[in-house]
Structures are given as structure tokens and as C-alpha cells.
């Protein structure tokens, strides 16, 4: 069947009148390459369909969620059943117990949880945690890096005013100088260190932490007495069965968590360690569905298998699989890939290609062959893959490379532009 897009067009006509730009925020196509779908109609597995019927093999996994699969069945049943007796109730069930206590038994750094809805409630949380803790205001932000989407720090800075971002001090991940360097401009004020535990800003290629760099933030937060958060909203479990920067022995004193903790279903979490309990009793903070007991029940299911299956091993062997595959089609067709980021988070760009343009084309070459790919965010490998759809993915790819390479010059991708004024105006 020929991949076509008219359903999704007149969606998108009619979500101009009554929603701001058709669509808004992480989901919007409107920066992705043209013809991307806005609007898919079901998932099930590694597979999604788009409002037309197309069916792709999907890379993004929802921007993380999805770590098991769309519709896993023992994780749904579980959320099904607790929603039947009761979800959204005038008090937690005791669902809430027993995930605190996995999640805790989980993460090595972890002594107590608290439970939300997205990764942002999250992190504002482990902020006012954190200034609570020290009674003082300064959080140190390494430079590009996303923590969500409130006014403290949502990436553009419309609607926000300059004290909803003071008392912030950027600094380059990665590069101990930088991170000493804000210390020292916060001078007595320091509340919280905020580090993402691989560097996994778009645009850009993606970085592993160093180890040096982990552990002399742990350092400087002792010194100082203030607090270390690692954001793990996105890489939480994808990298490791404990907290990510575990990997570098470095234990935080507060965890953000979100997105894959219960494959799918609306919750999020933050995770901390006895130092910071008494401030985390301190603050007022709560949401009419943070107590739903339906993803929670979701979330124990999801923690259960990240503690009992060998899904972070498949999920590196078929990212380790991907990544081989894609260099030995790159060269075959005459291109050079970076591909940066851990195998199972994949960010892939065409090396030589400041514009975007050969990304923004294979991209779309690759999606009219039924596989979603991202031109600049990382990207996911779920557990519910198989070789086949990596061989699927490979095969869209080399036909992909075929359809660059014979395209001759290509110009801009004119919707980026933004890019290269705010790189010149940096
Ligand atoms: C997605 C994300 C957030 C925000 O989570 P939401 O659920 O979208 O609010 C925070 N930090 C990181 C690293 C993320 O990837």
C-alpha cells in the first residue's frame, strides 16, 4: 500500500481553527521534516499507525514512554483491573505503598518517593526540595539541557519573566572548569547542582557523562552543603536498573523520574535520599491525578519486569545492531553518520551537515518507508523490537541513503532557520 497522508491533512486544517499553530509543544511535526503525521490512530508493540493507516516501525517510543511496547498486555491488565475498582479516588490506594517501596528498593540512592504526573512536576519539586533543604535560592543548570516545561525552565522564553528564571546559573556539561566556575558566581547561595545523566540536548550530539565531572559535582555539592539532582525523566531505566549515574558510581541526593516508569501510563516520580527527607515534608505540593492508583498499579507491573527481564540487555543488542548496520549503509552509500548517545538512545545526524538538509531528506525517505525516525532528538529502542524490525529499519535506511544521494544540492531546511540566527547570535 502507498503511504499517503490525507486524513492527517485535513486534521490538520481543522486543528488550525480550534488549537493554537494545529498543535503545540515535543508532539509537533511543524519542526519536523514535511509530511511527518501530526495524528496516529493506534500502537501495539514497536509498531505505530498513523490516522491513514501507515504503519511504522517507531523509533521514538512516544518520546520515551514506551519501554516494554505499545498495549503491553501484562502492564495493561494490571492498569485495566485498579481502574475497574477505583482510579481517581479521594485518597491514594495502597498501590502508592508498594510502589514507594519498589521504587526504593529499585534505586540505590533512594530512601523515600513521592509520586506525580509528569517529569516536570518532578523536577520543580526536586528544586523547591532542594531550596527548602539549604534555605537558599541558586540551582546551577548545565547550558541546553531540558528539565521541562514550567516557567523556571521551559526552553523559550515567551510568557515567562526574568525573576520566574533567576537565581539560575548555566554551565557546560561535562567540563569540570565550567561546573567550579558557577560555584564559585554562586557563592553562598548554592541550593542544588542539576545534571542530566547522559547529555541528550537536540540538535546536537549527545554525550555519556564523565566521570570526573559526575563525581566532582557530587564533591562540590558536599562542600557546600546543597543538593545533587540527576533529571532522570528520560533516560531513568533505559541505561541502567538503578538511578543513571550509577553507572559512574556517583549516587545523587534527588531523582527525577517520568516517561518509561510505568510504559506508558500518566505518572512520574520523584526519588530521594534521607538528607533530603525533612525538606521534601516541607513543601506544599499535589495534583488532583497525582494520586491515581490505576498507573500506579501500571508502574509496579513495569518494575517488576525492569527488575526481572533481560530488557535493558536486548534493547542494547538491537541499538548495538542498528548502530552497526547504519554505518555499513552509510559508507556502502558514500556518507558519514554520527551516531552519539548510548546504542538503545540513539541520536543519528549526517556528519557535514551544519543545515540539516541530507537528515531532513533520508528522514522523510525513511518515514515514507514505515520507519519513524527523528532527525534531531534522540531516539529509543523498546523491548518489545526484534531483529526483524531492525533489519526492517535498515533496509528503509539504505533506500533512504539512495534517495539523498541521488537528490543533488540541496538548500536549508528553510524551518530551521531559527537555528542558524540563534547560533549567530550566540
Ligand atoms: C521529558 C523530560 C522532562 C519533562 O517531563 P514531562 O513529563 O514532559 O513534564 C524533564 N526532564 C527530562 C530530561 C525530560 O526528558
Redesign the pocket.
Known amino acids: 500500500m502507498a503511504w499517503t497522508n490525507s486524513k492527517d491533512s485535513a486534521l490538520r486544517e481543522r486543528a488550525q481553527a480550534v488549537i493554537p499553530n494545529g498543535m503545540y509543544g ?1 508532539q509537533s511535526v511543524m519542526l519536523m521534516p514535511d509530511d511527518y503525521p501530526q495524528f496516529f490512530s493506534r500502537a501495539e508493540g514497536a509498531h505505530l499507525w498513523d490516522v491513514d493507516g501507515n504503519r511504522y516501525v517507531d523509533f521514538m517510543c512516544g ?2 514512554p514506551n519501554l516494554f511496547g505499545y498495549a503491553n498486555p501484562t502492564i495493561d491488565q494490571a492498569y485495566f483491573d485498579r481502574a475497574k475498582l477505583g482510579d481517581t479516588m479521594t485518597g491514594p490506594g495502597e498501590e502508592m505503598v508498594l510502589l514507594a517501596e519498589a521504587m526504593t528498593k529499585q534505586v540505590t540512592h533512594a530512601d523515600w518517593a513521592m509520586f506525580c ?7 520543580t519539586m526536586a528544586l523547591m526540595i532542594a531550596r527548602n533543604h539549604t534555605r537558599k535560592s541558586t540551582i546551577l543548570v548545565a547550558k541546553g ?5 514550567a516557567p523556571w ?1 521551559t526552553p523559550l522564553k515567551n510568557g515567562t519573566t526574568p525573576s520566574d528564571r533567576a537565581n539560575q546559573i548555566f554551565y557546560d556539561y561535562n567540563d569540570v572548569d565550567s561546573l567550579e566556575a558557577a560555584v564559585r558566581a554562586a557563592g553562598t547561595d548554592l541550593a542544588a547542582i542539576f545534571a ?1 545523566p547522559i547529555k ?1 540536548d537536540t540538535f546536537i550530539d549527545q554525550e555519556l557523562p564523565n566521570p570526573a565531572y559526575a563525581r566532582r559535582a557530587r564533591e562540590l555539592c558536599d562542600e557546600h552543603g546543597a543538593l545533587l539532582i540527576v ?5 531513568g531505566f533505559r541505561l541502567a536498573r538503578d538511578c543513571s549515574w550509577a553507572l559512574v558510581g556517583v549516587q545523587p541526593d534527588l531523582s ?1 523520574w ?2 518509561a516508569i510505568a510504559n506508558g501510563h500518566p505518572i ?1 516520580a520523584l526519588l530521594g535520599s534521607n538528607v533530603a527527607r525533612a525538606a521534601a515534608g516541607g513543601i506544599y505540593v499535589t495534583g488532583s491525578y497525582w494520586f491515581s492508583a490505576a498507573p500506579m498499579a501500571a508502574s509496579l507491573v513495569t518494575l517488576k519486569m525492569i527488575a526481572e527481564t533481560d530488557y535493558l540487555e536486548r534493547t542494547i543488542a538491537l541499538g548495538e545492531r542498528l548502530r552497526a548496520g547504519l554505518n555499513e549503509s552509510a559508507t556502502r552509500n558514500g556518507f558519514a553518520l554520527r551516531q552519539t548517545g548510548p546504542a538503545q538512545m540513539p541520536l543519528i545526524m549526517f556528519d557535514d551537515d551544519d543545515s540539516h538538509a541530507k537528515g531532513y531528506l533520508w528522514n522523510s525517505a525513511m518515514m515514507k518507508r514505515g520507519v519513524y525516525f527523528h532527525p534531531w532528538h534522540n531516539m529509543f529502542i523498546c523491548a518489545a523490537m526484534t531483529e526483524a524490525d531492525i533489519d526492517e529499519a535498515l533496509n528503509a535506511a539504505d533506500d533512504a541513503f539512495k534517495v539523498v544521494r541521488q537528490s543533488g544540492p540541496l538548500g536549508p531546511v528553510e524551518k530551521l532557520s531559527f537555528l542558524s540566527r540563534a547560533m549567530e547570535g550566540a
Open positions: 515535543h518520546y520515551g504526573k509528569n517529569g516536570t512536576d518532578a523536577t539541557a531540558y528539565h521541562g516545561a525552565c542530566s541528550h533529571d532522570d525523566v528520560r533516560a527525577s517520568g516517561k512520574s
